[in-house]
């Protein structure tokens, strides 16, 4: 198994665009926080930009979904907050890595 490297998942994160503003969540800033750990499990948190964007909350969901299809990748913990919504969209994104 190859260790994923910062810059892979990076290069994940910067194809989920933001189509109003033309630029990715991680030129947005949105992710506050990023980790790998040796056995490739990937953890972010996601700050949207105001406690009611719903684009950060599809944001993170993309998110997840590509983070989930890189190959070599262990779990993916994709964690939102700084949301009116940040408790069930956290529910629905933990239900997401369980069916996958």
């Given at each position: 198994?190859?260790?994923?490297?910062?810059?892979?998942?990076?290069d994940?994160?910067?194809?989920?665009?933001?189509k109003?503003?033309?630029?990715s969540?991680?030129?947005?800033?949105?992710?506050?926080?990023?980790?790998?750990?040796?056995?490739?499990n990937?953890?972010?948190?996601?700050?949207?930009?105001?406690?009611?964007c719903p684009?950060?909350?599809?944001?993170?969901?993309?998110?997840k979904?590509?983070?989930?299809?890189?190959?070599?990748?262990?779990?993916?913990?994709?964690?939102i907050?700084?949301?009116?919504?940040?408790?069930?969209?956290?529910?629905?994104?933990?239900?997401?890595?369980?069916?996958?």
């Amino acid at each position: 198994m190859a260790s994923i490297t910062k810059e892979q998942v990076v290069d994940v994160l910067n194809t989920i665009i933001d189509k109003e503003r033309g630029r990715s969540m991680w030129q947005m800033g949105l992710v506050t926080h990023l980790a790998i750990d040796l056995d490739n499990n990937i953890s972010i948190t996601v700050e949207p930009t105001n406690p009611a964007c719903p684009i950060g909350l599809k944001m993170a969901y993309d998110a997840k979904v590509a983070l989930i299809s890189m190959a070599d990748v262990g779990k993916v913990d994709v964690k939102i907050i700084g949301h009116k919504h940040a408790d069930e969209m956290n529910k629905m994104l933990v239900d997401l890595e369980d069916q996958s």
